[in-house]
């Protein structure tokens, strides 16, 4: 029987994007749940589905605080550190957006300090790489992005406190992956948030990932640029 040798359908980038996303809105809005985000966090739930092909998972799974989406581009074009937890994320972000809009990328989970910090206190390096970062940057904006490492929640929250850190100034991305402490640091995170009106976008119960935090500061950098384009500064800047 002899092979048919095929070309993909649809072969230009551009256009593979843009029907992506046309069959994601299609089927999301068929989701009950779907109808209870507003249309930047609608912008950013598209994206995680984008990058995981998964609709229950993120639309029953997804948390935002109140203003959470405005926070976030509010940070974002304010020059805020975004202090990760590993350097995959690093990787995954677009040198573009942080280029243009002046965001340093902070990871010190490799850094020798960390590894030192984490052997005195018996804690991940995770715990201690966060730990340093908020104590150095505490008076500059800051987005604080977990994918991987619950104990980072931890870490993060505890500093923000021990530190007096302003949170008008903070929004937590917490998007860890796993099982050991993984619910629980959610639950802390969210606790946390609501407590003392931190806002933050949680990605509930075992599922998360690097590359979904990657997804959601990319949508928030879209999110920006189109704003732009469209309507003039966001916020009336």
């Known amino acids: 029987m002899e092979f048919k040798q095929l070309e993909p359908p649809i072969n230009i980038g551009d256009e593979i994007s843009l029907r992506s996303f046309e069959m994601i809105h299609a089927e999301a809005v068929t989701y009950e749940g779907f109808a209870r985000f507003d249309d930047n966090e609608r912008a950013l739930v598209e994206r995680l589905i984008h990058t995981t ?36 994320i690093r990787s995954g972000l677009s040198q573009f ?28 390096r995770s715990y201690a790489a ?15 992005a977990c994918g991987n490492a619950p104990t980072y929640i931890y870490a993060a929250i505890n500093a923000l406190i021990k530190h007096n850190i302003n949170l008008d100034n903070v929004i937590l991305l917490l998007f860890p ?26 990605l509930e119960g075992r599922y998360g990932a690097s590359t979904m935090v990657v997804a959601a500061l ?15 500064k966001y916020n009336g800047k």
């Open 53 to 88: 092909t998964c609709f229950d998972q993120v639309i029953d799974n997804i948390y935002f605080s109140d203003n959470a989406m405005l926070k976030l581009k509010d940070l974002l074009e304010r020059k805020a550190k975004l202090i990760v937890d590993t350097n995959m």
């Open 97 to 124: 957006y942080l280029d243009k809009y002046e965001n340093e990328v902070i990871c010190y989970v490799n850094e020798p300090k960390v590894f030192e910090m984490a052997k005195v206190n018996k804690t991940t």
């Open 130 to 144: 966060v730990e340093l970062a908020i104590e150095k940057f505490k008076d500059e904006p800051m987005v604080l």
């Open 177 to 202: 992956v796993g099982f050991v402490n993984v619910v629980e640091s959610k639950k802390y995170g969210r606790e946390f948030m609501e407590h003392f009106g931190c806002e933050g976008v949680i």
């Open 218 to 232: 990319h949508a928030a950098y879209r999110l920006i640029k189109d704003y732009d384009s469209e309507f003039g």
